[in-house]
């Protein structure tokens, strides 16, 4: 059995007013000071990797508070609420770029809180939108990369096998299919999105609207971790990137991903020497305690 750390449920809004619950487990002693806050994955929520919970106790072990909350892009689809009106949201029928209205948000909370040295962790996707936030903003000591891929050869790869068509060409015609001025969720069938991973795992269909998914393909995830033909960026934070060896939603070989990014952080330390999977179950201990002695030093 896994158990967390003694926490207490928080609540704040993001610039659309959207209420973003989570849960915040602060250090003994009153100290302010240093906070990461972690930002789940595509479809994913505060709580379902049991990373999370063995984080809240390691790293406030060590006197470091925690925060992990949900996005606006959480869960598949879900009721929210915006100053007291109720709306729907969840991963399938969100904005991507809400979600990094939720990252400022979150960040902003500490803030406020007292908090003043704050590293952003983000797992899968959520490496992809706290990216996205790091490379717009300058209020960021630390930057933590779990099992982060590249989405657009993910997407590639599905669409070859399932709709014989590419990311490009898919675009296009949901661009063209979309009603922009209507409010009615409009699904897509099950073989626009999805991932056909290299193992069996992690093989699976994903419901979505329309908006949600060209909001996907345009955003950040399609943009920036991107090995072939990506925007150039470069990020100065300190950087702990970890890599799975047996994550099959890596679309590339592990030391392609090691050399790029290597080559767009600066200050990057990387853990590839883990045996696991992309949701880094089986070595959750030893993953956290060595991003512990990387914070610490």
């Known amino acids: 059995m896994i158990n967390s750390a003694k926490g207490r449920l928080v609540a704040f809004d993001n610039k659309k007013n959207l209420e973003l ?6 250090a003994d002693g009153g100290d302010k000071e240093n906070i990461i806050i972690h930002v789940h994955g595509n ?13 809240s106790e390691k790293y406030l072990s060590c006197g470091v508070s925690f ?3 949900n996005l606006s892009a959480h869960d598949g689809l879900c009721e929210g609420y915006r100053k007291g009106i109720l709306d729907y949201v969840g991963g399938a029928v969100s904005d991507y770029s809400e979600s990094i209205l939720d990252i400022e948000a979150a960040v902003d909370f500490v803030k406020i809180a007292g908090y003043k040295k704050i590293t952003l962790q983000g797992h899968s996707l959520g490496c992809d939108k706290i ?14 990369l779990l099992s982060p891929v590249d989405s657009y050869a993910v997407q590639e790869r599905w669409l070859y096998m399932h709709k014989n068509e590419t990311v490009e060409e898919q675009l296009d015609r949901l661009i063209k299919l979309c009603d922009s001025e209507n409010d009615v969720l409009q699904w897509l069938d099950l073989n ?13 269909k994903i419901p979505v609207t329309t908006k949600a998914l060209l909001s996907i393909l345009q955003g950040s995830a399609f943009k920036f971790i991107k090995l072939k033909n990506g925007e150039d960026f470069l990020v100065d934070k300190e950087t702990y990137v970890f890599l799975g060896r047996n994550d099959g939603l890596r679309m590339c070989t592990l030391d392609d ?12 330390y990387v853990n590839d020497c ?6 880094i179950i089986g070595v959750e ?11 610490k030093k």
């Open 21 to 26: 619950i989570g849960l915040i487990f602060e």
């Open 43 to 55: 479809y994913g929520n505060f709580y379902n990797n049991k990373f999370i919970w063995k984080m």
């Open 67 to 69: 925060l992990t909350f």
């Open 131 to 144: 990216l996205e936030y790091v490379l717009n903003h300058n209020d960021i000591e630390k930057v933590i």
């Open 192 to 204: 626009e999105y999805g991932a056909e991973g290299l193992n069996d795992d992690w093989i699976y």
């Open 257 to 268: 991903m090691v050399n790029f990014v290597n080559k767009h952080f600066t200050q990057c």
């Open 274 to 279: 883990m045996v696991c999977d992309h949701d």
């Open 285 to 295: 201990d030893m993953l956290i305690d060595d991003i512990i002695l990387w914070y």
